[in-house]
């Protein structure tokens, strides 16, 4: 009997201390979960032996209790079928409750109920904030007109809000501000733009999308024009426009026989002073406008020429230093009715033809005509001048130049010939000169050797053509006692004295030196 009451009094002790002494349950924090990845959730508690333990998990978003598995700690565990493809239980740790892909969706409140059998329980409950970012939606309208106002919206759903920022062709328009973005639209505005969102959970972005902005043709004015009689006149106007614009021709008195849409081509009549006035119409679908150019015809040459020894000259000629060069200038076909300006080396001529000497180093040529269209008009040459070098003539051959030459030197030296034949023929006929200049010497013969000329002393001429005067003042080597050289007459005389006398001299043969 004893013994029933002590082992009633041992369970009643037990359940009292069980009764008694309540289950401490904690859940650990979650961190904000990015959508699509694992969520862990785990639950604490105490004591964790004794007797037989019971873990409940619910879902309580909102106040409701829904729950969701079960475990019997040692014993069993499992999920509710209808949220078995979502949730599981760690088959290593009762504790723990796993969601294997977390959606956005299962945000919400989730508490962990912890009972003992027979004993008191406990629970805690965690929020689980699932974090998330969508690919983002760019809008706005296009196109758009210069001068429009663009409003650039970007959407995006997203956990927490996100930031947005916006870019044209890649460059910044606005970072990390409002999920707007507006601007007055101009022709610079087109573009591709995209739009860039982030949070805690990433960054996306749009595709890029084009703006288009559109403007009104912009046409640049042609100043009046003077053209040629009979010229076909091209008429182009430089048009700047988004979309392309459309082109409408008129003119009065023209007809375009041009096939291309952007220019009027035309003949000009040959009536100086037709005047043309050729309008262009440019339209596109923001709006129209007009441009207008007036031709006149006028007595034009067309185009300036330089010729040369009745040559064209294309941009240079030669020549060579020394060398006459003339120069006409042509309008068209002929120098008649207009009037030009010549430059040469940078000095203004006023000749209608140009003539000057080459000089080494070349020289640069300009005419200018002050008639014509356009007004005025010019045309240069540059003449290139070289030293003279002597004639070879063709082909390694004499030069005319050089055959002119060697006659004129034959001729020459003839004359002279002939000039000193007749000196001398006459010469001859007068016999020896007897001016007082001259010099004579005596010439004798020695006694011992016939044959040997001995040369007396130089002796002047006489002045009266007389023996005597001869003798007057000259000397003479058969002055000398020992001389045995006598005078020897001319050819065929006998006198052969020992001293010279009278005859010797008279005999003497002159020589003039």
């Avoid at 999920?179 to 591709?192: E, I, K, L, M, V």
């Avoid at 004639?391 to 130049?401: C, F, K, R, V």
């Avoid at 000259?474 to 005859?503: L, V």
Wanted: charged share 20%.
């Amino acid at each position: 009997m004893a013994l029933k009451v002590n082992f009633a009094v041992v369970i009643y002790m037990a359940v009292l201390i069980s009764i008694c002494t309540g289950v401490t349950v904690n859940i650990d924090n979650l961190d904000d979960v990015i959508e699509g990845s694992e969520t862990r959730m785990i639950c604490n508690y105490s004591p964790t032996t004794g007797s037989t333990i019971i873990i409940r998990w619910s879902n309580v978003t909102g106040g409701a209790s829904e729950s969701i598995a079960t475990t019997v700690v040692g014993v069993s565990k499992g999920v509710l079928a209808a949220y078995s493809a979502i949730f599981s239980l760690d088959p290593n740790d009762d504790r723990v409750l796993v969601i294997a892909n977390t959606l956005r969706s299962y945000s919400g409140d989730y508490q962990c109920n912890v009972a003992i059998i027979g004993g008191t329980s406990g629970n805690d409950d965690v929020t689980l904030n699932v974090i998330y970012i969508d690919d983002p939606v760019l809008s706005f309208t296009t196109p758009v007109n210069e001068g429009d106002l663009v409003a650039l919206s970007c959407d995006v759903v997203s956990n927490p809000n996100a930031q947005f920022t916006f870019k044209m062709n890649g460059s910044m328009l606005q970072d990390g501000g409002l999920s707007t973005y507006t601007f007055t639209a101009n022709r610079n505005d087109q573009g591709s733009y995209t739009c860039e969102v982030d949070n805690n959970a990433g960054t996306k972005a749009t595709a890029g999308q084009v703006l288009n902005v559109y403007f009104a043709p912009e046409i640049t004015a042609l100043e009046d024009m003077e053209v040629s009689r009979g010229e076909t006149v091209l008429i182009s106007f430089d048009v700047e426009a988004r979309p392309a614009a459309n082109y409408d021709w008129s003119s009065q008195g023209a007809t375009d026989i041009d096939s291309d849409p952007k220019t009027f081509r035309f003949v000009a009549s040959n009536t100086i002073g037709d005047v043309y006035t050729v309008t262009l119409n440019a339209s596109n679908e923001v709006a129209a406008r007009q441009s207008s150019v007036q031709v006149t015809v006028v007595d034009s040459c067309g185009s300036l020429s330089i010729v040369n020894d009745g040559k064209k000259v294309d941009g240079n000629m030669n020549a060579e230093v020394g060398d006459d060069v003339s120069l006409r200038c042509l309008c068209g076909d002929s120098d008649e009715g207009f009037e030009y300006e010549w430059t040469l080396d940078g000095d203004k001529m006023s000749e209608s033809t140009l003539t000057f000497t080459a000089e080494k180093g070349g020289h640069e040529v300009v005419c200018i005509g002050t008639a014509g269209a356009p007004e005025p008009s010019s045309v240069s040459i540059n003449v290139l001048v070289t030293d003279k070098e002597p004639n070879t003539g063709d082909e390694g051959g004499i030069g005319t130049g050089a055959i002119a030459g060697i006659v004129v030197g034959i001729l020459v030296m003839l004359i002279i010939l002939g000039v000193v034949i007749i000196i001398v023929l006459k010469s001859r006929d007068d016999g020896p000169s007897k001016s007082a200049d001259s010099a004579y010497m005596d010439v004798t013969w020695d006694t011992k050797d016939p044959n040997r000329v001995n040369q007396g002393k130089k002796t002047a001429p006489p002045s009266n053509g007389t023996k005597e005067a001869a003798k007057q003042d000259a000397y003479h080597p058969y002055d000398a006692p020992d001389d045995r050289a006598y005078s020897r007459p001319s050819y065929g005389s006998e006198d052969y004295n020992d001293r010279p006398d009278d005859d010797d001299y008279a005999n003497s043969m002159p020589v003039t030196v």
